[in-house]
């Protein structure tokens, strides 16, 4: 799944969760980590979701953010676990070898 931020900036989709009512995006944002978008302030330009994604609690998750407990550590900005996700995406093809 791919978004488009009002900067016409493109994030890839790792995770879809809600809250209250309202529908949230985990993205990946280059050198950082994951960051929350809120459904209604992005447009979505691809809505599907392909790979290995499990629901957990209150939403669909890409499956290692699960299995490897990196979720919190990737949205407060951790750089060793940010390594890591990228590791598991390039393993897994989801992006360029040269990524990060």
């Known amino acids: ?21 309202k529908t949230y995006f985990y993205g990946l944002v280059k050198g950082y980590g994951l960051s929350v978008f809120n459904a209604d302030k992005v447009e979505i330009i691809d809505p599907t979701m392909s790979g290995n994604f499990i629901f957990f609690e209150d ?6 953010l699960i299995t490897e407990k990196i979720l919190d550590d990737l949205v407060e900005g951790d ?22």
């Open 1 to 21: 799944m791919k978004i488009k931020e009002n900067d016409g900036t493109l994030i890839e989709i790792y995770a879809i969760y809600w809250m209250k009512g």
């Open 59 to 64: 939403g669909v998750f890409f499956k290692p």
């Open 79 to 100: 750089p060793e676990t940010y390594r890591r996700f990228i590791e598991i995406l390039k393993a897994e093809g989801r992006v360029d070898l040269d990524f990060y």
